[in-house]
């Protein structure tokens, strides 16, 4: 389970360096070992919902379709979390709330 969190670390590491790309690699990486880590969610869909941000308007849509993927994982598995995130997923009719 540790091994977990270091991946998951590492993952911060490459966030906070501005790598994504690997960033992603290493929350997919820790997500395989236990895919009840919804702050690695959380973080793959923050990466997703601003790579438009720096990339191509045309398929921003996809780029936010696959942040409100990672997003209802994370909020399923800790409904009372990611308060913003739910916000985002409501007003974007990405989500219905019950």
């Known amino acids: 389970m540790i091994e977990v969190y270091i991946l998951y670390n590492i993952g911060l590491i490459h966030t906070s360096n501005g790598e994504h790309t690997k960033a ?5 990486r820790a997500l395989e070992r236990n895919p009840f880590l919804p702050q690695a969610f959380n973080n793959m869909a923050v990466i997703c919902h601003y790579a438009i941000l720096e990339g191509d308007s045309e398929i921003a849509e996809a780029w936010f379709n696959q942040a409100a993927e990672y997003w209802k994982q994370a ?13 985002w997923l409501k007003i974007t009719k990405r989500f219905e709330l019950e």
């Not at 598995?77 to 916000?87: G, K, Q």
């Open 24 to 28: 992603l690699e290493y929350y997919f």
């Open 75 to 87: 909020i399923a598995l800790t409904p009372d979390n990611y308060i913003e995130a739910r916000n």
